[in-house]
């Protein structure tokens, strides 16, 4: 079985903002399996329902920066956004 880290070096078709919203999902959800917790518990402890949190994970639903928080602050974790300038090619 391929890891995502292997896929997304060899994606192109995927726009880079969204690889960067599932990379965070990605790590969310191996945070919150590490942790032993199931979707289940998880989405009660969240407030959301499982098939909600089943949606998120298998990406048929984009959540929004605050369901992100939401889940990240589940695991005792928390995102941080950072603004830097474009790189640009001289």
Do not use: H, V
């Amino acid at each position: 079985m391929r890891t995502w880290k292997q896929i997304r070096e060899n994606q192109t078709a995927i726009p880079e903002e969204e690889l960067s919203l599932i990379d965070t999902l990605s790590f969310l959800q191996a945070q919150r399996i590490k942790q032993g917790i199931s979707q289940t518990e998880f989405a009660k402890r969240i407030n959301m329902t499982q098939p909600q949190l089943a949606k998120i994970e298998n990406l048929d639903s984009t959540p929004t920066l605050a369901t992100l928080n939401k889940y990240a602050k589940g695991l005792g974790l928390e995102i941080k956004l950072s603004i830097l300038p474009l790189e640009t090619s001289k």
